[in-house]
């Protein structure tokens, strides 16, 4: 669980330094240059995911479990996957109205991904790593709604459409398929 959690720590805090650290963010940006931060936040980026994956895997052969599964739960997190999957298309696909309304898709789709698999999942390292993603989300989405809204295009109907198409393709292609082949674990239990 130290991996783990240092992973955490690292990947998290370096993500979390605009929300809570802005003054200190741009010191740095100052100090290294442009170039210099961000090739200082993807290395710190890289080793916190690498470390996160690291610790992930080794906490699921020393499984702690906290409470039973809930039945049905599994089919609630595939729901809400959904959601996420086609939140996480608007944050990239131009003129859809889900961006233009919500303005952060991307952290309101880190926000249902990290809830769903709560939801699901019962072990400590669970509710480390989905737990943490949703506490950072929240404060980034809280940080980032504060700062005055991003000028975008008017959003179109053709737009929105494409974003739904997508999102429903993502979520099909890891609920059948690519979740159970990276990871081992099928969510809807085939």
């Known amino acids: 669980m130290t991996w783990l959690a240092l992973g955490l720590a690292l990947f998290l805090g370096i993500h979390l330094t605009r929300a809570v650290a802005p003054r200190w963010r741009d010191a740095q940006i100052a100090r290294l240059g442009e170039n210099g931060w961000k090739g200082a936040y993807t290395v710190a980026s ?62 309101l789709a880190v926000k249902v991904w990290a ?18 993603f949703l506490v950072w989300a929240i404060l980034v989405f809280r940080a980032a709604r504060r700062r005055p809204a991003p000028a975008m295009a008017a959003p179109t109907m053709a737009g ?26 099928a969510p809807l239990g085939r």
């Not at 729901?79 to 086609?86: D, E, P, S, T």
């Not at 809830?115 to 400590?124: E, G, K, P, Q």
């Not at 198409?165 to 081992?184: P, Q, R």
């Open 160 to 185: 929105t459409a494409v974003t739904v198409v997508i999102g429903v393709v993502l979520w099909a292609v890891f609920a059948f398929w690519l979740h159970a082949a990276w990871l081992g674990i």
């Open 115 to 132: 809830f769903a698999h709560l939801i699901a999942n019962t072990s400590l390292a669970d509710v480390m790593l989905f737990g943490s």
């Open 46 to 107: 890289l080793v916190g995911f690498g470390l996160i994956l690291w610790g992930f895997s080794q906490a699921r052969w020393q499984t702690v479990e906290l409470w039973p599964r809930i039945p049905g739960m599994n089919h609630a997190a595939a729901a809400l996957m959904l959601v996420a999957m086609v939140l996480l298309a608007a944050a990239y696909v131009p003129r859809n109205h889900l961006k233009a309304r919500l303005q952060h898709p991307m952290t």
